[in-house]
Nanobody
Framework: QVQLVESGGGLVQPGGSLRLSCAASGSRFIYKMVWYRQAPGKQRELVADITLGGGTKYADSVAGRFTASTDSAPNTVYLQMDSLKPEDTAVYYC????????????WGQGTQVTVSS
């Protein structure tokens, strides 16, 4: 059973920074980890798509401000969020995908990020 543990959310002033982390355990076949966010009353949207051992794609709304990275620990990703804006306020979710023995999609519990003065 794959489990995702997220951490790092909180309250920050506009222009500030936060760093989220997500660690996935329980599978050696995770090939992609994706950060999503969902603001109140809005649909969940992709923030950063990380192919493990490959590249990262960002939503236009966060490109240049957010940076995703991996760690020496397996299946661990981070999301460094700089120059935060009130519109970045949302619950941020980590998603992991594995492809063996079949394609599976796993979700973290979500972490609240609030950008407010």
């Amino acid at each position: 059973q794959v489990q995702l543990v997220e951490s790092g959310g909180g309250l920050v002033q506009p222009g500030g920074s936060l760093r989220l982390s997500c660690a996935a355990s329980g599978s050696r076949f995770i090939y992609k980890m994706v950060w999503y966010r969902q603001a109140p009353g809005k649909q969940r949207e992709l923030v950063a798509d990380i192919t493990l051992g490959g590249g990262t794609k960002y939503a236009d709304s966060v490109a240049g401000r957010f940076t995703a990275s991996t760690d020496s620990a397996p299946n661990t990703v981070y999301l460094q969020m700089d120059s935060l804006k009130p519109e970045d306020t949302a619950v941020y979710y980590c998603n992991a995908r594995s492809d063996y023995p079949k394609f599976m999609n796993y979700w973290g519990q979500g972490t609240q990020v609030t950008v407010s003065s």
